[in-house]
């Protein structure tokens, strides 16, 4: 990861139904993300599914909220791979992010794993702690002013740029899959201080297409799909394909 | 519907959460199906769906785990417009069915609306009760034997072909969108033995073009797309065009 | 009960919460219903409710979907004081009701209490057992005419009257709160013979005025208000106080 | 709004459940309140109410349990029409809910909206997340003492008396429909300062006579009914009725 | 299974949450069962725990609350790997229960697998559907008479005692772990049908001691310790220590 | 309570499932806490388990995810007895806490009681309020450094020892009942902080004996067992007798 081609394949999980998550994540991703900011997942909805997408493979990340320890805590706690944090605008949250995602001595997280203990990665726990990942989102202009502070927070292993968020502070509509070439030279820019820190560096995608130029652009891991658009997407074709016979 | 080349096309949920379905109902489906016998909805989870998928487009119709008066009369109290019961072998179990389905006098449902009384689809509650589809299921030995009886059976509206049950009892491999000439044999004599009795035809398809071939072939409603079956199918899709790049 | 002018006053609840059903219990029924068959509750939220009503007072009765062996068992193992079936409309279907509610030798119910066997009524559970009320629902015409083979049942202990159904059986639109002789005459036949077989009478009724007057009559068990008829009438009451101000 | 006699008319669901919220909600309000932090709705129960109740009609309010940017996006998010946040003391307050309410560049809501891009107002969704409420909670002696600073805060559409929590501040008993001249005066000054910003004010009252009152003290909207003390009034009253006969 | 001394150990799961099952499903167990007659948990309780204890060891059997074919289905679709009945009390009532457990031609199951066809157990899924046991409960009198013809019923797998049942049966008071001569030769001869059928035989037990005592019997499965049994006992074992010190 | 050798046993619950907890609950303990940071209860599953444990005995504490005041406040109007708050590192934090536990004057909690004020403790809810407990649990180095700080902040009723994570803290592996000389002094400096504060002093213990020894030292509460543990080894206990057999 971080070098060569082949970035990280992850998935996008907005369905909070364990039954759905399984479909959606068995087919090979790299990772999955259960967005419990803006997908239907409450903390009981994300422990469910984490307890049945309990196999080494995905890794299972986590989409806080927001940057709140005691929801990350019992996120890990129940065997997330792995953080992203939203809005993270400055070296003080980011290292509150890192602080609750870290036992000491690297961070403060308080210890007591339920599901993670009991999870067969093939990693005793304590191991399989040190792996997490924790992603600090670039989302906002405040955020971007100070990326190359915020990369080099201990303990922050990447960078994750939200497009929706950003092309907003950037004073364009939300969307993602962007191609103004402002949004571009962020992106660049972004890369390029997760790189100078020795981070990762990470974006969401709507579409495959797209996904791979942002691969080919230099981001470590992108996202290529989501359930929440699969389904509509899905429907309307099949509707379509009647209608029109 | 019964006459004329343009098929009802139904969509249907496996799915049990009411965002979901709402994303997957929402693109122009004539009607959508609840399914409580192979899909994972229980009772509670398909009343929320049906609280949520509350407007008068599509119709919600619910396959029902067994053929249960209890479970059916919740279904119809909570809005169901109608109800695809499996497995019904016999005169006997249809008119227990149908009975279930329809107030005195042409039936024993118990009166207690719930959020089917809440519901705005334009009529009152008691019209919209008389509009109500029942759908006997059409997939043993048994019943293919019966089926012009069944047929016949006041107040069933129309037959449903399950293909994988009926392939099962003929000796063939289960799965959908059969290209037997014995099943589609088959096909036509249960199309015949509901015009015969002035009722209408349904079949479970996976795909579109299999659909638009039975609706070709005469059938009133198809199911034309699942959702439980779009998502692995979007996230292989999505996982092929990037690691074939 | 039985005997006297003081009939038993019971309320209703159709609403699947705790709390709700906590608010609405407390204030000093004889009895409440939990309704699985026209209220909202499913048999996880009938459970929920009977664990977090566990005093002595008010008795829980619980009104079952259909006359299941099953769903009768998992109730009065949560601690249900009775049970109340729907549509029973034989001698047949009365000794099934019975059997399902009774241990061995007056029936048989399966062994395995679960918050039956916590619950704090002061009396030792199986003693508890002793006292549940088994309430078969008279309401179609198949059952009016075998009313006293019905009530002569043993285990049955009591009868009760559903309104709506009755009515529809009779030709009638449905509704509670009825004033027409010809189902007033039914009441009367119903009583009488209840009182035949030395068993008691109830009925549904929607207020209290009219619940005295049942009373008046001669049941011995009277409900006199359910949940949600109170909230919109709350709510109408309100507003319109408001917009006329 | 804002002027006239003609308050708006709010009502307040603290119970968990849609079917009891839609009972309560339809028969007129101008808008609902979902309590989240004296109600007993947590986030996926304000979500499955917000999904049920997703026609124009009533506005639905969510009253969140304190000044979390998480929460408040996830209830935007889910289609709430406004937020109102208890505790706001400070304009440091005022401005972290506002930013958490609106889209750059008048706030930093994260984009993502999920039942919100669903719901058929009438509007587009980006036209509706133009329309919200902000309203913030005035009920402690500090807020009070900087009440005019917190109604001039951008994005802060209104003021929300909190009549429980004020009277505790200022050393009274807690309750709602206060008579004290004291109150009544922190009332008047609290629409005084609303007004000097161009801002609403309201109210949560217990009961309609007292709303009325209050309307005419010059409050915009004003809550007339909650669906928590409609129950419990409603046992209450019918077993008088039946005890006295 | 079936001969020599080493009986299948299995577990007792009556608490619905599939955090506490994982907890105590792990150590070891040949097989647990999930009960869902008198245990709490209900379909959508069965379902996720079937879903969190996905891996191949221990087998996973669903005691369901009746012999009721739709909830049976339901069960095997999410992945169980056999039904335990209770009151099997005829070889009709057999002869329903291998029905519903057996697709065609040995049965009438019908087809949709969910979770089962997602299991990863290195068995396809329709082998996997080859290998599910289907245990007929013993525990009435009528059952008892009847138990050679029962036994012998094809596509029935096993016997299974309920011990408090079958004591009720015969007049004694309910209870596990019975010690009376009428009991044990009862028993006795229930092994003998299930031997003369060629079918396994299990029983229920309380306690590892009596267990043991049950497999030397001749029982090739026994039930050794249970969920709910074992929180209060560890509870009361902890504070008898601390009050005596 | 401060005074003696009878410490207070404490009972602690990780399972989210209000059946289990009634189970480990009624046994004679002091108190139980609701673990909602490490265990596994969201808001609604510590609401349920408090609305079934509802008796005043054992008082019933709930260890919060963070020192967050919405959801400390929700605790209590839901009827908790008491908050535990994890990661008390400060005087700021500890003042933060109690404010959100105590009514005006002595802090700012906001007025709404919901179980609370259902509850039946023998007390008026008012004066069950000026009962509560709040403890600040003491793991870090930094609350080390800080503890009599912290143990003078009013409203704060006692500290609570986070064995695990202090021993992290100190640069060992986490892990209940410690035996290195470091820790017990540790602990033997917070009791000394507490008592010169005229407060109490709790610790977590896996085991009774430790529990014991803890008490013996001068705490004023020790848990003494956990469901979460008990189950795994009632499991690992009767698989050895039985394969040990």
């Not at 080494?56 to 792995?82: T, Y």
């Not at 040190?130 to 405040?142: D, F, L, P, Q, Y």
């Not at 990326?147 to 502070?169: H, Q, R, Y």
């Not at 891991?221 to 379509?240: C, G, K, R």
Request: glycine content about 8%.
């Amino acid at each position: 990861m971080g070098s060569g081609t082949a970035a990280r394949i992850n998935g996008w999980l907005m369905i909070p139904d364990p039954f759905a998550n399984a479909l959606f994540a068995r087919p090979g991703w790299d990772s999955v993300t259960i967005d419990c900011q803006h997908g239907m997942f409450d903390e009981s909805a994300a422990v469910h599914t984490l307890h049945a997408l309990q196999s080494a493979k995905p890794r299972r990340l986590v989409r806080v909220p927001s940057n709140e320890p005691g929801f990350i805590g019992k996120m890990l706690d129940a065997g997330a791979d792995g953080i992203i944090a939203p809005m993270i605008n400055s070296v003080a949250e980011a290292t509150s992010l890192a602080q609750a995602c870290w036992y000491s001595p690297k961070g403060s997280r308080s210890f007591g794993p339920t599901l993670a203990a009991l999870r067969s990665t093939g990693l005793p726990y304590e191991e399989a702690a040190a792996t997490i990942e924790v992603w600090a989102m670039i989302e906002t202009r405040t955020a971007f002013a100070a990326v190359a502070d915020i990369a080099a927070v201990p303990g922050i292993t990447g960078l994750f740029v939200g497009p929706s968020d950003l092309a907003l502070a950037f004073g364009l509509r939300p969307g993602p899959d962007r191609e103004e070439t402002e949004m571009i030279d962020a992106y660049l820019a972004i890369i390029s201080a997760a790189r100078a820190a020795g981070k990762d560096c990470a974006i969401y995608c709507a579409r495959p297409a797209y996904a791979l130029r942002m691969a080919g652009l230099g981001f470590d891991m992108v996202t290529a799909a989501t359930d929440a658009t699969a389904l509509p997407a899905a429907a309307t074709a099949a509707i379509a394909a009647m209608r029109e016979g």
